[in-house]
């Protein structure tokens, strides 16, 4: 064997000897089932975790309905941590799509421009955080920015058609709330809806006694328990 032809082979053997670099805590503790929403939680994207090691980064494993809820996703390949432990989304070019920030245990949020906020949370947590009906009969109170009370309302627990129950509206409502014949509601993935003749409102829980109209707006409409 020539002498110089032995470094390149102890160089090549070195390559394939060194280990795959083990998880980190953090990393550790994003494996598992997810799902991702936008702000106005009408659209979802369920994906997994893994710690596998990939071209790109650590293995995501993505539902086949996320790119139709959010186009922007259908190339992303991989998954990181970065700085403060974020988690990012990353495609195959290796460009990070989304670079997700905790903002409450086990809750994130990334921005993405000219597409608003997405939250990600463990699909257990979305499952746990579930509403059930009867958790919404009884009176409610329509305002707007908390300051200006629009209506008074009861949600009964008197069937309708299907899977909606009766709306009782109160005296004392504004002429433009009025005329909206609010009549019905039911929930649906995990969001209120209303129903009069002016069509349907769309609510979304953001406390326990608060639900905010969705999608949000500088202008916003609450329901407000009472």
Same mark, same amino acid.
């Not at 992303?76 to 990012?88: E, H, L, P, R």
């Not at 990334?110 to 257990?124: P, S, W």
């Not at 609010?182 to 809806?193: G, K, V």
């Given at each position: ?60 494993? @993505? ?12 190339? %992303? ?30 809750? !994130? ?8 906020? !997405? ?16 958790? &919404?009969?009884? +009176? ?12 008074? &309302?009861? &949600? ?6 299907? +899977?909606? !129950? ?10 433009? %709330? ?8 039911? @929930? ?5 809806? %209303? ?32």
């Amino acid at each position: 064997m020539s002498r110089c032809a032995l470094p390149l082979l102890v160089f090549g053997v070195c390559i394939v000897c060194v280990p795959a670099r083990a998880a980190t805590e953090a990393e550790q503790a994003m494996v598992g089932a997810w799902q991702i929403s936008n702000a106005a939680r009408d659209k979802i994207c369920p994906l997994s975790f893994t710690i596998e090691r990939v071209e790109r980064g650590l293995k995501v494993e @993505l539902d086949g309905a996320c790119a139709a809820a959010f186009p922007s996703m259908k190339d %992303i390949v991989a998954w990181s941590t970065g700085k403060n432990d974020s988690v990012q989304l990353i495609d195959s070019k290796g460009t990070i799509v989304l670079d997700f920030s905790e903002v409450e245990t086990l809750m !994130y949020e990334a921005e993405r421009k000219g597409e608003g906020l !997405y939250f990600m949370q463990t699909q257990a947590a979305v499952k746990s955080s579930t509403v059930s009906a009867d958790q &919404l009969f009884g +009176d409610w109170t329509l305002l707007q920015e908390f300051e200006k009370p629009l209506c008074k &309302l009861t &949600l009964t627990n008197a069937p309708s058609e299907g +899977d909606t !129950y009766k709306l009782a509206i109160k005296p004392g409502c504004t002429a433009a %709330i009025a005329n909206l014949g609010l009549s019905t509601w039911r @929930l649906a993935d995990n969001e209120l809806l %209303i129903t009069g003749r002016g069509g349907t409102w769309r609510f979304s829980e953001s406390d326990v006694s608060i639900w905010e109209r969705v999608p949000p707006s500088t202008d916003p409409m609450l329901l407000m328990r009472q």
